[in-house]
Nanobody, 112 residues
Framework: QAQVIESGGGLVQAGGSLRLSCTVSGRSVSTYNMGWSRQAPGKERESVATITWNGRITYLADSVKGRFTISRLTAKPTAYLQMDSLKPEDTAVYYC?????WGQGTQVTVSS
């Protein structure tokens, strides 16, 4: 059974950077779209970015444009979210999905 695993979260000061990684155990190939979403305390989960199996970015939230970049290995269940110029409002649990399969999330905390 495939399992999505996120890593790379942590505590960073405002203006700093983090790179989140997403891998899928039990799956060596993926033609699914992959994506990153986030959920801040007391708020609904929101999509941050999505990317097709061959690297075409299909969505990037307005709130992160110019600061975040999504990438992946072509046809592989591995994706990244490069987050630069982080703001306190980026604080959330970040989730990765490989098609219908979701991970447990990784915490990102941005201090002011």
């Amino acid at each position: 059974q495939a399992q999505v695993i996120e890593s790379g979260g942590g505590l960073v000061q405002a203006g700093g950077s983090l790179r989140l990684s997403c891998t899928v155990s039990g799956r060596s190939v993926s033609t699914y779209n992959m994506g990153w979403s986030r959920q801040a305390p007391g708020k609904e989960r929101e999509s941050v970015a999505t990317i097709t199996w061959n690297g075409r970015i299909t969505y990037l939230a307005d709130s992160v444009k110019g600061r975040f970049t999504i990438s992946r290995l072509t046809a592989k269940p591995t994706a990244y979210l490069q987050m630069d110029s982080l703001k306190p409002e980026d604080t959330a649990v970040y989730y990765c999905n490989d098609g219908p399969t979701w991970g447990q999330g990784t915490q990102v905390t941005v201090s002011s």
